[in-house]
């Protein structure tokens, strides 16, 4: 089965210092670090700190979740401080635009831009993953593949619940091997979105797993950002990849 695990940006407002120890209290085997607060892009001295901290903890860095967004520029600094980090791999966003509404000019545009991003990361040695998320180019299957195209073979994708079950099932079956990690919640998408237990999600969450097999899964954003709803989403968790 998969690998428990969790996102740094979860509790951005505790310190680097305080997450690891969240993850270690409650079985987490690595933590995939956000670049917003916890590591910020360019701060090498900090991610190399982060880095050594984590591994001395007994915890794996599993990921770089940088906002880095296809279409900017300046990734190498990005891979810079993966690497510092002690990761190889690099989470980054689509263009801000649901795929649905993107014409193929946009995509061919976007894959260009994808393409060079993926030459700067083979040569840092790292792997380029897509957030996959509403909102963005690479918010279904179909997304992913119009991105990736030739310049981007190696590209992969996370891979996050945004639909019903049916689809989400049929997403992940389309997607396949190109999901390198899972973000791992439970979420009501209603006006406002509401954050829920995990438990509450768990048949769906059986499935899911069954389907995704041997990747991480990483939580995220548990409601009301509370450490103990954390806790109970963490013995689900552990539960479904029967840790």
């Known amino acids: 089965m998969g690998i428990c695990g969790m996102v740094s940006v979860t509790f951005r407002q505790k310190s680097a210092e305080e997450v690891v120890a969240l993850a270690v209290r409650y079985g987490m ?4 670090w956000g670049g917003d607060v916890h590591v910020p892009c360019g701060g090498l001295a900090r991610a190399r700190e982060v880095g050594e901290m984590t591994r001395g903890s007994g915890l794996e860095t599993f990921s770089y979740g940088s906002y880095f967004r296809v279409g900017d520029e300046g990734f190498s600094a990005v891979a810079d401080t993966a690497l510092e980090l002690g990761c190889r791999i690099v989470r980054i966003w689509a263009p801000a635009k649901a795929s649905a509404q993107c014409s193929e000019k946009e995509f061919a545009r976007a894959a260009e ?17 897509l957030e996959f998320h509403n909102g963005t180019m690479n918010d279904c299957a179909e997304g992913f593949y119009k991105l990736r195209g030739a310049g981007a073979a190696d590209l992969k994708t996370y891979w996050q619940p945004l639909y019903l079950l049916r689809r989400n099932l049929q997403e992940i079956a389309a997607l396949n091997t190109n999901i390198e990690n899972v973000h791992v919640y439970h979420w009501i998408y209603s006006d ?10 768990e048949d769906d969450w059986k499935e899911y797993a069954a389907l995704l097999g ?3 899964f990483l939580l995220e954003f548990c409601k009301d950002d509370a450490e103990e709803n954390f806790a109970r989403d963490a013995r689900t968790l552990h539960k479904l990849l029967g840790e």
């Open 192 to 201: 406002p979105v509401q954050r829920r237990l995990l438990e509450e999600a």
């Open 29 to 32: 085997r690595g933590i995939e």
């Open 214 to 216: 041997a990747k991480k």
């Open 113 to 129: 831009a994808l393409a060079a991003v993926c030459e700067t990361a083979r040569r840092s040695h790292v792997l380029v993953c």
